[in-house]
T-cell receptor
Framework: EDQVTQSPEALRLQEGESSSLNCSYT??????LFWYRQDPGKGPEFLFT???AGEEKEKERLKATLTKKESFLHITAPKPEDSATYLC???????????FGTGTRLQVFP | DAGVIQSPRHEVTEMGQEVTLRCKPI?????LFWYRQTMMRGLELLIY????????DSGMPEDRFSAKMPNASFSTLKIQPSEPRDSAVYFC??????????FGQGTRLTVV
């Protein structure tokens, strides 16, 4: 069964304290892995797409990496405005299903 | 483009009533996804369409749920009859093949 697991469920950081979020997946075939950010009361907002192991993408304080079994979202020197829920999703090859993990709720304190 | 547009933003209804949620995808997108989000289960894929055709509805919880896409610019998700356990935020998303999906703002459904 295709499955996506994110850890930790919640993460509290001090402003400037770098950390990483994990997304591990088990799928029959991976077409792509996506990271989203979701703020309270809003729909998920697209951040990155990764297609193959070894690929990396960066945007401001965020960097996403991909291996054959997991992806990491690295947050460098976070700011309070980075507080949100970060969601990982995989698109399954041959079906194009887009399956989400349950997310990591990040809080960054000044 | 205005993005994915969902209506209504909020819906409060009584148990047993019919509820219809609406979605207008981004023009040119050929995939449309319906999700339900709850605290307990996160984002669950209910059904998705490709070129207006339902491809996989295995996530639809029961026969009370149905979805249609009569044309490329409109889709509905209907619940009849509604129950309190259907209370959740329902999201619609659209994409071009093999690219990222864009989400609407969601419909918060409360069944009392």
């Amino acid at each position: 069964e295709d499955q996506v697991t994110q850890s930790p469920e919640a993460l509290r950081l001090q402003e400037g304290e770098s950390s990483s979020l994990n997304c591990s997946y088990t799928v029959s075939g991976l077409r792509g892995l996506f990271w989203y950010r979701q703020d309270p009361g809003k729909g998920p907002e697209f951040l990155f797409t990764l297609y193959s192991a070894g690929e990396e993408k960066e945007k401001e304080r965020l960097k996403a990496t991909l291996t054959k079994k997991e992806s990491f979202l690295h947050i460098t020197a976070p700011k309070p405005e980075d507080s949100a829920t970060y969601l990982c999703a995989v698109q399954v090859y041959n079906t194009d299903k887009l399956i989400f993990g349950t997310g990591t709720r990040l809080q960054v304190f000044p | 483009d205005a993005g994915v547009i969902q209506s209504p933003r909020h819906e409060v209804t009584e148990m047993g009533q019919e509820v219809t949620l609406r979605c207008k995808p981004i023009s040119g997108h050929d995939y449309l996804f319906w999700y339900r989000q709850t605290m307990m289960r996160g984002l669950e894929l209910l059904i998705y369409f490709n070129n207006n055709v339902p491809i996989d509805d295995s996530g639809m919880p029961e026969d009370r749920f149905s979805a249609k896409m009569p044309n490329a610019s409109f889709s509905t998700l209907k619940i009849q009859p509604s129950e309190p356990r259907d209370s959740a935020v329902y999201f619609c998303a659209s994409s071009r093949q093999n690219t990222e999906a864009f989400f609407g703002q969601g419909t918060r459904l409360t069944v009392v």
